[in-house]
């Protein structure tokens, strides 16, 4: 095992045991920001899936949260099981997904961005005006949490646990697919789809799949935001929703497994970090995101990579000179 696979993983480790330990010392509100961390980061690394690997630009992951939040909140206060609403919400999303994906096919870039935008927007107008179905401004609220194995998940710390789990999970999942002969391919398409289409991959189906991969996520999280929040409305899932899990993915480092978590850690968090700065946190915490891309465009990950390559470098070249 190299050095540097060796301190990743006790990082992972001393992380790890901080998240399974830290609810403990932390007060209710403390719990459920942390719990909200979870969720976003199971929505973001739907949307690095898309952005990251398959380099496809998409404001369209509010959207999908916002259905998923709202498949699980109609019809669990009508008595439905939250399993088979989480199953829902993940499917519709999904299908959803991959009928979004076909303007992929046809434009890249900021265009895309565009058509997703519009997608957002639609949804948004939805939520807003569909008072027969989503009850409009008024939202949904008396949203129940779930049980598991007759352990009600309704105390903060516990639905915390709840939602670390799916989050260790989906992150699983990631991991497998990214190093499975579908992640290559989205890569590849990222890099160079006119290659990737000569060396015999469909990049059709590879573009539609990451669509509707990272829609299949948002999905989820929505599910998992539902029943965290315990009352919904329309306006946590507008624009703003889709620019801050892209400034988590992009802050993160885009394309780099653990980014969507360390993004989520700084749009979710940090905010509350900076609260001691009073009317000033807002501009305080735009502030060190306008400095953080200034100097570092691939994000924190990107740049811790580049100091580690750049230390590993020295002692070569520090050899090298000596001979």
Same mark, same amino acid.
């Given at each position: 095992?190299?050095?540097?696979?060796?301190?990743?993983g006790?990082?992972?480790?001393?992380?790890?045991?901080?998240?399974l330990?830290?609810?403990?010392?932390? %007060?209710?509100?403390?719990?459920f920001i @942390?719990?909200?961390? $979870?969720?976003m *980061?199971? +929505? #973001?690394?739907?949307?690095?899936?898309t952005?990251?690997?398959?380099?496809?630009?998409?404001?369209a992951?509010?959207?999908?949260?916002?259905?998923?939040?709202y498949?699980?909140?109609?019809?669990?206060?009508r008595?439905?099981?939250?399993?088979?609403?989480?199953?829902?919400?993940?499917?519709a999303?999904?299908?959803?997904g991959?009928?979004?994906?076909?303007?992929?096919?046809?434009?890249?870039?900021?265009?895309?961005?565009?058509?997703?935008l519009?997608f957002?927007?639609?949804?948004?107008l939805v939520?807003?005006?569909?008072?027969w179905?989503?009850?409009?401004?008024?939202g949904?609220?008396?949203?129940?949490r779930?049980d598991v194995?007759g352990?009600?998940?309704?105390?903060? %710390?516990?639905?915390?646990y709840?939602? @670390?789990a799916?989050? $260790?999970?989906v *992150?699983l +999942? #990631?991991?497998?697919l990214?190093?499975?002969?579908?992640g290559?391919?989205?890569?590849a398409?990222?890099?160079?789809?006119?290659?990737a289409?000569?060396?015999g991959?469909?990049?059709?189906?590879?573009?539609?799949m990451?669509?509707?991969?990272g829609?299949?996520?948002?999905?989820?999280s929505?599910?998992?935001?539902?029943?965290?929040?315990?009352?919904?409305?329309?306006?946590?899932f507008?624009?703003?929703?889709?620019?801050?899990?892209?400034?988590?993915?992009?802050?993160?480092?885009?394309?780099?497994?653990?980014?969507?978590?360390?993004?989520?850690?700084?749009?979710?968090?940090?905010?509350?970090?900076?609260?001691?700065?009073e009317?000033?946190y807002?501009?305080?915490?735009?502030?060190?995101?306008?400095?953080?891309?200034?100097?570092?465009?691939?994000?924190?990950?990107?740049?811790a990579?580049?100091?580690l390559?750049?230390?590993?470098?020295?002692?070569?070249a520090?050899?090298?000179?000596?001979s």
């Amino acid at each position: 095992m190299s050095k540097r696979s060796l301190l990743s993983g006790i990082a992972l480790a001393c992380v790890a045991a901080f998240l399974l330990a830290a609810p403990f010392g932390f %007060r209710p509100y403390g719990v459920f920001i @942390l719990t909200m961390w $979870a969720v976003m *980061s199971i +929505a #973001a690394i739907g949307l690095n899936l898309t952005l990251g690997y398959a380099g496809q630009v998409s404001l369209a992951q509010a959207a999908f949260v916002g259905i998923g939040a709202y498949i699980t909140a109609y019809l669990t206060i009508r008595g439905w099981p939250f399993w088979s609403t989480y199953v829902l919400a993940g499917v519709a999303c999904f299908a959803v997904g991959w009928l979004l994906g076909y303007p992929a096919l046809r434009v890249q870039h900021h265009y895309l961005a565009f058509v997703t935008l519009a997608f957002t927007t639609l949804v948004y107008l939805v939520f807003r005006n569909e008072e027969w179905l989503t009850g409009g401004i008024y939202g949904i609220s008396n949203i129940p949490r779930p049980d598991v194995f007759g352990w009600s998940m309704g105390p903060p %710390r516990a639905f915390y646990y709840f939602c @670390l789990a799916h989050l $260790a999970l989906v *992150s699983l +999942a #990631a991991w497998w697919l990214i190093r499975s002969p579908w992640g290559r391919a989205f890569v590849a398409v990222r890099e160079n789809p006119m290659r990737a289409l000569s060396l015999g991959v469909d990049t059709r189906r590879y573009t539609l799949m990451a669509f509707a991969l990272g829609a299949g996520l948002g999905g989820i999280s929505g599910a998992l935001y539902a029943p965290l929040v315990q009352y919904i409305d329309p306006s946590p899932f507008a624009l703003g929703l889709s620019l801050n899990l892209l400034l988590m993915v992009v802050v993160g480092g885009s394309g780099y497994f653990f980014g969507p978590f360390l993004g989520a850690m700084v749009a979710v968090l940090l905010p509350e970090w900076l609260r001691f700065t009073e009317g000033y946190y807002l501009m305080a915490y735009a502030l060190l995101v306008i400095v953080l891309m200034v100097f570092c465009p691939s994000g924190l990950l990107g740049l811790a990579d580049r100091v580690l390559k750049a230390v590993a470098r020295k002692p070569a070249a520090m050899e090298a000179g000596k001979s």
